[in-house]
């Protein structure tokens, strides 16, 4: 098989992603084997290539948000099938047992594994997954409008969910690239009023064609306070502004997994009269299952962006420096 292999973290504008032919990989116990169609990027996945991230497993094939089809099955697969479609997400494995698992909280099990950063993902054109782990596809979803779902979609939705927001409420989004515009479609179809500061006129234009009320490269203006925001562009600096466009009571939930420092605060300005401040960790099977559902509701159609297999590094790249309005797609394989 071809797969997108990184060895040495790097810049991404150095293309440290190499394509190579590697064996095809087997399926083991409880595990399916997957032809790939396509792979969706992610900032997850430039975190891993550049570093942000501490190296878990190197050399590694990144990518997790993965569509394919189950070619093969190992010893003891019961829940999946040949032929069916699926989905492969960031969260791959956890222990089952711990307090965290039996609790409903398998997003901070500390034995999780993720894919494309502690286990081979989808930056290929077969890969291998726990059959429990795998989401099967609905038919009314294709490929490339599924794949963006995996990561942005699921980590979004918990964002979202931890935010707080009431329906028929006000939600303010702070950066609008894959999450965002994708929460922005669940929100207005609760009824909700979304406001978005986002850089970029192109992402601001996208805000409103989906139908947020304002947007605007900073919360200046803003037309009122927010019963709940979202923080997805991964700048520490945004939390004191976003912070002081919530209503007494209101919520931030950031959801990145990674951020730079956040200033010095103070408390009466920014977290008194019960603001709450979230982070978002990973997700559980849970919200995937309840994206699936809000998917199909509304329908959620994401706006792509699709590159050939060979261009894996420039729509990287595109990625990092904010060329790309929507998500980026990698085509794999059919």
Known sequence: ??????????????????????????????????????????????????????????????????????????PGCRRLAQGDRVWIAWLRSTCGACKFCTSGRENLCESSRYTGYVEHGGYAELTTVREHSAYRLPEGIDD?????????????????????????????????????????????????????????????????????????????????????????????????????CLEKGGTLAMAGIYMTPIPEMDYTQYLF???????????TRQDGEALLREAERIPIRPEIQAYPFDRVNEALRDLKQDRINGTGLIRIGG
Request: with cysteine.
């Open 273 to 283: 009269a019960e603001r709450d401040l979230r982070s978002v960790t990973s997700n």
């Open 144 to 244: 490339e409008h599924a794949a963006p779902l995996l990561c942005a979609g699921i980590i979004g939705y918990r964002a979202l969910v931890r935010s707080n927001l009431p329906k028929g409420g006000t939600l303010g989004i702070f950066g609008f690239g894959q999450s965002a515009h994708l929460m922005a479609q669940i929100a207005r179809s609760w009824g909700c009023t979304v406001y978005v500061v986002t850089r970029g006129k192109e992402h601001q234009d996208l805000a409103r064609r989906l139908g947020a009320a304002w947007a605007s490269e900073n919360a200046e203006g803003m037309p009122g306070k927010l019963d709940s925001a979202i923080l997805f562009a991964p700048a520490g600096a945004l939390v004191p502004t976003a912070l002081s």
């Open 1 to 74: 098989m071809r797969a997108a292999v990184l060895w040495n973290n790097a810049p991404i504008e150095t293309s440290p992603l190499q394509l190579q032919d590697l064996p095809d990989p087997e399926p083991g116990p409880g595990e399916v084997l997957v032809r790939v169609h396509c792979c969706a990027t992610c900032r997850t996945d430039l975190h891993v290539i550049e570093g942000d991230l501490k190296p878990v497993t190197l050399p590694i094939i990144p990518g997790h948000q993965v569509v394919g089809t189950v070619v093969a099955m190992g």
